[in-house]
């Protein structure tokens, strides 16, 4: 899986050197996500294991002190991605594709993008 360089994702998340280290790590699997507090609740509070990817996504919405993870799509097709919501729409978030892939965009350019596509 390809992820943004350190530099790329302190510089575009406007993040300390260890929160982009860490959100690094988290993406690239050099970190396990199930020993973040948040993960690790959620994990109890399920019935079914989560996917590692959601794992993974709730483990950067802590380093990155985000609002939660939400779901982008629509109820006919389902989520097409997953973002980490920082609490503004055009700010640089981590949003993870259906297809695997992970970026660093606002949420306000994937919609937009997705709209021109429709």
Request: net charge positive.
């Given at each position: 899986m390809k992820v943004s360089t350190l530099k790329s994702?302190?510089?575009?998340?406007?993040?300390?050197?260890?929160q982009a280290r860490a959100v690094r790590w988290i993406l690239t699997g050099e970190f396990d996500p199930d020993r973040f507090p948040s993960v690790r609740a959620w994990i109890r509070a399920c019935y079914h294991m989560p996917?590692?990817?959601e794992r993974r996504m709730i483990a950067v919405n802590e380093v990155l002190h985000g609002y939660g993870v939400e779901a982008i799509g629509d109820a006919n097709r389902g989520p097409f991605a997953l973002y980490v919501n920082l609490g503004n729409t055009y700010d640089a978030t981590i949003v993870r594709y259906r297809t695997g892939a992970y970026r660093i965009t606002s949420l306000g350019d994937v919609v937009e993008a997705r709209r021109k596509e429709s």
């Open positions: 994702i302190q510089t575009k998340l406007a993040t300390s050197y260890a996917a590692l990817f």
